[in-house]
């Protein structure tokens, strides 16, 4: 998926979100990453299996685990 070289950490990798945006829609407050990753401006992320990360703030630098939300309870965002 993604087209660069070399080539944008995947959509599993812990740093996901250095890839590149693809499609960016500042407007609508997300941007689709090349690795899969649909970035909210709120720093949450859907993942391209479904599964979603919840909010976290970039000053939040020290990775830990977050837990999975089901797609259905990010739909009525
Ligand atoms: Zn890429």
Do not use: K, Y
């Amino acid at each position: 998926m993604c087209p660069h070289s070399p080539p944008c950490p995947s959509a599993s990798a812990p740093d996901h979100e250095a890839a590149r945006i693809v499609a960016g829609h500042p407007e609508q407050g997300w941007s689709l990453l090349c690795n899969g990753i649909v970035m909210f401006d709120d720093t949450g992320e859907l993942l391209p299996g479904g599964d979603a990360i919840a909010p976290h703030r970039p000053t939040d630098l020290v990775p830990r685990p977050v837990p999975v939300v089901p797609p259905v309870a990010v739909a009525g965002r």
